[in-house]
């Protein structure tokens, strides 16, 4: 055998022995969706949810005096006056407004924690997750780095999504942009680590917090994937 043959042998050999430990390494990545980024917690108890109109009416009224004083604002008099009404009547109703402000305030940083939240058992692993593609760094139509997130027009038409909904990819090589109607699949090893990032929109940019993180991605447009097969089949 010559030298040629021999390389060529030893090529072919290399690369019967790569495909099937590629194969086994796209089928290990742990298919994810959306609501698995988010930590499982128990909802809170709704303190409001035995009041009726009238009381969650002139709790709002309290609130809106509570709230201004807070951040050192000034109603008017009239709304003052109303603020002041309103707790005198639920006073007389056996109505602890000033607990019920402060319960409120406790549910309002339990949500912004759990938006901000992320699930450590993900860190490290190599999952597979779909969807939207909001470029961050591109020259011409090959993007270098990118958002991906949950529903289309995220952070452009509608608030950012929670951070935890959001994650920060830099694919293993750039990617074609398709457009943001184009759905995707990101395969790759998640990091639970975030920051924030700019996000150039038409009428100027936004920043946007991440909570996750994957780097040397593989980037697929969005192909629905079969069912795992049953333990039962």
Partial sequence: MNLATKTLTTLALACIAWMPAAAAAADVALRLEWTDLA????????????MSEEDKNDLRLVARSH??????????????ANADKAAARLRERKIDAVQLLTERDKIIAQREMSARSVVPELNGKTVSLAGYMLPLEFKGELVSEFLLVPWVGA????????SNQVVYVKPAKPVEAKGRFAPI????????QGGQRNLSLVDGAAAVDTSYTM???????????????SANR
């Fill in 39 to 50: 930590p499982k917690r128990a909802p809170a108890e709704n303190p409001f949810a035995s």
């Fill in 67 to 80: 709230d201004s004083k807070r951040m050192g604002l000034t109603l008017s008099e009239e709304a003052q």
């Fill in 155 to 162: 952070c452009i038409h509608t608030p950012p999504p929670p």
């Fill in 185 to 192: 699949r990101i395969t790759g090893p998640m990091q639970t």
């Fill in 215 to 229: 780097i040397g991605a593989d980037v697929r447009p969005f192909v629905k994937l079969p069912e795992p097969p």
